[in-house]
């Protein structure tokens, strides 16, 4: 159940959506573990956004999955911001990234929980 949602307000071309969509539910299977077909990815463009007082291009990402390990946060952060710096060029130092672990109960799936 990996989901990453990756929201920016950087200007993408008409066929960066799905090669980063792509990318990232590679990107994410690899980093957990977990079988691609699990992951969920999820592209909000353009929302209104400013960080550090600039509107520049910058992303908010926020990872969730079923027992995340979060010792190795610092390390998934590295590989999303490079995938943020590869697809949409923006720069580590613009990229927040959320990371959780929700409990089974609490996350649903194929009518049931997992």
Not at 9 to 14: F, K, R, S, T
Request: overall charge negative; aromatic content about 8%; hydrophobic content about 40%.
């Amino acid at each position: 159940m990996p989901t990453l949602i990756i929201k920016t307000n950087a200007e993408l071309g008409v066929d960066q959506p799905t090669a980063l969509l792509r990318s990232a539910s590679q990107t994410v299977a690899g980093m957990l573990g977990k079988p691609e077909r699990y992951v969920m990815v999820m592209l909000e463009q353009n929302p209104a956004m400013c960080f550090a007082g600039d509107s520049a291009p910058l992303a908010y990402l926020e990872l969730k999955s079923l027992g995340l390990p979060e010792q190795r946060s610092a390390d998934f952060s590295s590989t999303l911001c490079e995938l943020m710096q590869q697809h949409l060029g923006i720069a580590a130092d613009r990229v927040y990234i959320e990371f959780a672990s929700p409990p089974r109960h609490l996350f649903g799936f194929n009518g049931g929980t997992f």
